[in-house]
């Protein structure tokens, strides 16, 4: 099932999306008659995990890490499918990565890997937008529409052994499995619940293959996971 979220002129209203009809408590909405589809979650917090597969620690030069290696984004960066990514004026190398994220369903600490599934509400998307010749970690990466996210969540996944491709303008930039990864996104929520006490609408991000080359203002990123969506966004000067 594929839980959405939808702006409309009377505010943001949640429900069950399916052939691009929104059904609520209060009634069907139809995409891009009533509104248009906005980020599937709220999230207090987006806890990204880094370095998660073996061919981006090849590319960026970085040691394997013994436990997940994460950082947050803020609330303010996230922005929903279709919604513009704004190239920031005080950087040169902007660049992407296409990740898949769990939503948090129901407020958790210290959840044994095995009880995960019961925690989480589905699988989305996530554009983790870099800023790469930034100082630090947090410049690079927290800033306004450094997060799309969407198009919805897919309740219905196993997020294991699943597809993503990332297409830019057409050409496939990124394509891997997650059971590539390092640490499976079991584990990772199981590894931040013991540090955070999660909350319904927090996002976890489970890390991004290697991803050539940057993106400019004009360009599309299209980003699919098997079984989840396709979140595409197009990347606009900061004045647009």
Partial sequence: MKLAR????????S??????????????????????????????ALYCVGRNFAETLDQMDYDRPDEPDFFIKPPASVIGPEQPVRYPDWTEELTYAGELVAVIDERCRDVDEDDVPEVVRGYTVLNDVDALDQQGRTARKAFDTSAPLGPWVETDLDPREIDMETVINGETRQEANTELMLFDPYEIVSFLSRRFTLRPGDAIAFGSPANPGTVAPGDTVEITYEGVGTLRNDVVGETH
Wanted: negative net charge.
């Fill in 6 to 13: 939808m702006q409309t002129p009377d505010g943001v209203v």
């Fill in 15 to 44: 429900g069950r999306y399916e052939d691009g009809v929104l059904t609520t408590d209060h009634g069907e909405y139809v995409a891009g008659r009533d509104g248009d589809l906005t980020a599937p979650c709220s999230p207090s």
